[in-house]
């Protein structure tokens, strides 16, 4: 499935200013991972970081007094931009599509949450981690697993085609050697469906593709996703996300 960048780099930079507030799975999420790379991270250790959004992850990463740290994404958040002149001479960043942009190198982390799955060719973008990587660098990343945001795709027919924990498996095999594995679940509740659409918008996540509400589409989108998925606490919209810890191999990349 092809993405189209300018379209997520449009919805992401149009809810920059609401994402930290409504992002509560997304928050969790990069604190997850933090907790599962960290005990594979040096000291000194020079951090990449893909797909920054707001600094959620990054934030980590500055507090541990790590090494040099370059982050990158679609679009350079005001909120990575003041973390940047807070931390001078540690922090750079870098924007544009972290598929074919040069990042140099090398580095000995690649962090990443909860962006690989945009990505149009999951298994070059490993091996192109792998490039700026030593044997034994480090990638940890989260992504999703199918049954993501279910709720709403199976009303809207609009989602990812998210890799599921064997594929991402197959995609990691040849130029990294998986350390940790984990599966989760984070399930929020809002008081209506209008809600659920109102913070996916405020989260960037509508950057799939346009979806467009007649007044009849609406309605019945509300009868049937109340219907389905309401609850004592209000109706829920459910993240799975998936976490890897892996090591380089050290082997050379394939081409292109």
């Not at 991972?33 to 707001?54: D, F, K, N, Q, R």
């Not at 091996?127 to 999703?144: I, T, Y």
Request: hydrophobic content about 45%; overall charge negative.
């Amino acid at each position: 499935m092809s993405m189209d960048t300018a379209l997520i780099r449009q919805r992401f930079s149009a809810a920059s200013a609401s994402y930290d507030a409504e992002a509560l799975a997304q928050q969790h999420i990069a604190a997850r991972l933090w907790e599962l790379a960290t005990p594979h991270l040096a000291l000194e250790a020079s951090v990449l970081e893909i797909g920054a959004g707001t600094g959620l992850l990054t934030r980590f990463v500055l507090a541990a007094q790590l090494g040099s740290l370059t982050v990158n994404d679609l679009y350079i958040s005001p909120q990575v931009q003041e973390l940047a002149l807070q931390f001078p001479g540690r922090m750079q960043y870098r924007e544009g599509d972290a598929e074919h942009l040069d990042f140099g190198g090398p580095f000995d982390a690649v962090l990443s949450a909860s962006t690989v799955q945009w990505f149009a060719d999951i298994t070059a973008f490993f091996d192109r981690c792998a490039k700026v990587l030593p044997k034994g660098g480090l990638l940890a990343f989260s992504s999703f697993l199918p049954g993501n945001l279910q709720e709403v795709a199976d009303l809207t027919g609009v989602g990812l085609p998210y890799c599921g924990a064997e594929e991402l498996q197959g995609h990691l095999a040849r130029p990294f050697e998986l350390l940790a594995m984990e599966l989760g679940e984070v399930t929020l509740h809002f008081a209506s469906p209008r809600d659920v659409l109102l913070h996916l918008r405020r989260t960037g996540v509508t950057g799939i593709r346009s979806v467009v509400w007649g007044k009849n589409s609406y309605k019945d989108f509300v009868a049937s996703y109340t219907a389905r998925y309401g609850t004592e606490q209000g109706v829920r919209l459910t993240y799975r996300p998936v976490y890897v810890v892996a090591k380089s191999k050290g082997l050379p990349c394939s081409k292109p």
